[in-house]
């Protein structure tokens, strides 16, 4: 399996050679050496940070998106995908103004609101693919007649972030359809002008959909504007959020001191709350030690982010997805350390059970996967990867 590409090595090279470069110039100009950029081409080292794409882009003169934004592959028929037409449909027609929905009470859809939310915490991906379309149309159409307008307007910036564009996130879909979720999340939240704590969520889905486009610079201006305060639990729960997302961006931006600042407030705040979940953000000292293994992987620092996941319990993790998101970077760490690849695959596969989509439709995620693959030995372990390669649609021998 050795020097099978993967669709993001494949994608690199097509795009090298589409612009007439060598390997050597575009290392040259993303900073790194040509043996490396050739064994990301050849599916050999996983592309798995932000700064590295975006800087790979640069080079390339191309949008981030073009180099990750394939489509995810599978052996057939996702059931995610079923839902992923209509949702991007329902996405549309509420940009438009004609969603076409059903009017109804706030609190009717503020119980779907919830039911989806918890849907996704628990990463149960199909079920959300079905509720949302007819959420999404129902929300607007409600705004749109002016009913309950406040407590509607809330009701959909939450939804769009926490549900939508995590939805979307998770089952592989272009980060343009997030962004469209995140920016109508961030118009309803414009509309409630003296609301810092809709403010602050419709800030965070936007950083994220800027940081998947690479826009390090415009997400961190984004986190800087909400003022949520630390007056109660709830706030601090926000605010601590909002500071983890600044970390991450910090890190792919490349600044340590920002990065080292950021994450001991969201600490200082975690001691002060405990493990919460304020708009389903699922805040508190378990979630700020996997932000930190996140930010250590982002910063290419996999044997610190390794040795974090060893300070955590998982067993004290109360939300699957952040379980599932645990495992999932655990895994990367180790697949990037010397002689730990066995235990890599474990973590993977731990992760996987918990949430498949978030393992097999994720762009980094099969690169790493192929990565190891690319390793692999014909025993139990190397058993276990192919199957779970296979699972992700990526080729087998």
């Known amino acids: 399996m050795t ?15 589409a612009r007439g470069k060598s390997l050597t110039v575009i290392a040259g100009l993303a900073g790194i050496s040509p043996s490396y950029l050739s064994r ?17 882009a640069d080079a390339l003169e191309v949008a981030p998106m073009e180099i990750t934004g394939v489509g995810a592959v599978t052996p057939g028929p996702a059931d995610e995908d079923r839902s992923l037409i209509a949702v991007r449909m329902a ?10 929905g059903t009017v109804q009470p706030a609190a009717v859809l503020g119980a779907r609101v919830a039911d989806v939310l918890d849907a996704q915490r628990d990463c149960r ?10 959420l999404i149309r129902d929300l607007h159409t409600t705004v749109a007649a ?7 307007l809330r009701l959909i910036a939450l939804l769009h972030v926490q549900g939508t564009e995590a939805w979307l996130t998770d089952v592989g879909a272009s980060c343009d359809l997030g962004w469209q979720a995140a920016m109508l999340a961030r118009q309803a939240a414009e509309r409630l002008e003296d609301d810092q704590m809709t403010h602050a969520v419709a800030a965070f889905g936007t950083a994220f959909a800027l940081l998947a486009a690479g826009a390090f610079d415009l997400a961190a201006t984004t986190l800087a504007v909400p003022v949520v305060g630390t007056g109660s639990d709830e706030a601090m729960q926000v605010t601590g959020m909002l500071a983890l997302t600044s970390s991450l961006v910090a890190a792919a931006s490349g600044r340590p001191a920002e990065r080292a600042a950021a994450l001991a407030e969201a600490a200082d705040l975690a001691e002060r709350t405990g493990n919460g979940n304020a708009m389903w953000f699922g805040f508190g000292p378990s979630n ?8 250590a992987l982002e910063s290419g620092e996999y044997a610190e982010a390794a040795r974090i996941a060893g300070t955590i319990d998982p067993d004290a993790i109360p939300s699957p997805t952040r379980r599932s998101h645990y495992w999932r ?5 180790l697949a990037r350390l010397p002689r730990r690849h066995t235990e890599a695959v474990v973590m993977l596969r731990r992760a996987e059970r918990i949430a498949p989509a978030r393992i097999h439709r994720h762009p980094m995620m099969r690169s790493v996967i192929a990565e190891l693959l690319a390793r692999s030995r014909r025993d139990a372990v190397g058993r276990e990867l192919r199957g779970m390669a296979y699972r992700a649609g990526l080729p087998v021998q």
Do not use: C, F
């Not at 996405?91 to 076409?100: K, Q, V, Y």
């Not at 002016?146 to 509607?152: C, D, I, L």
């Not at 700020?288 to 930010?295: A, C, D, E, N, P």
């Open 288 to 295: 700020v030690g996997i932000w930190r293994m996140s930010v």
């Open 3 to 17: 020097g099978a590409y993967t669709e993001i090595g494949r994608k690199l090279r097509q795009i090298r050679h």
């Open 329 to 333: 970077e655990y895994g990367v760490a």
């Open 91 to 100: 996405l549309m027609s509420a940009a438009m103004n004609e969603p076409n």
């Open 125 to 134: 991906h199909t079920e959300v693919g079905e509720l949302l379309p007819a």
């Open 40 to 56: 990301l081409e050849n599916g050999e080292r996983a592309l798995d940070r932000r700064s590295l794409i975006v800087a790979l």
């Open 146 to 152: 002016g009913r309950e307008e406040r407590e509607v």
